[in-house]
């Protein structure tokens, strides 16, 4: 297509670019420029968007972590109350029988 039967269709109407004024060419370079621009900052929002779902997955299993790793210790510390003192330093009890019991 030669460069002054191009057209662009603006509102529905098509246009042929040379028969353009320079101040309506300079304005539909402009908005090609933006357009450009849109596209470009589109891009960069998927990345970041992108880029924040990741670091939301990661904070999730940053927690699950932190809260295995306090159960763990509530665990741990669970199995130390059941140890009574007599059984954590290695002596037996004496088994005796109550006053008044003949079992």
Same mark, same amino acid.
């Given at each position: ?7 662009? #269709?603006?509102?529905? &109407? @098509?246009?042929? !670019? +040379? @028969? ?12 090609? /420029?933006? @357009?450009?621009?849109?596209?470009? !900052? ?5 990345? /970041?968007?992108?880029?924040?779902? &990741? ?16 159960? #763990? #210790?509530?665990? #741990?510390k669970e199995d130390k109350k059941e140890v009574?003192?007599?059984? /954590?330093?290695g002596k037996k009890k004496s088994a005796r029988?109550? +006053?008044?019991?003949?079992?």
């Amino acid at each position: 297509m030669a460069a002054s039967s191009r057209q662009v #269709k603006i509102d529905g &109407v @098509d246009y042929v !670019l +040379a @028969d353009l004024s320079e101040a309506s060419r300079t304005q539909l370079m402009n908005i090609q /420029a933006v @357009d450009g621009e849109i596209a470009r !900052l589109q891009q960069q929002l998927a990345f /970041a968007r992108t880029a924040r779902s &990741v670091y939301v997955a990661l904070l999730r299993d940053s927690l699950k972590e932190a809260e295995a790793a306090e159960d #763990k #210790k509530e665990d #741990k510390k669970e199995d130390k109350k059941e140890v009574l003192p007599a059984e /954590a330093s290695g002596k037996k009890k004496s088994a005796r029988k109550p +006053a008044g019991s003949d079992v």
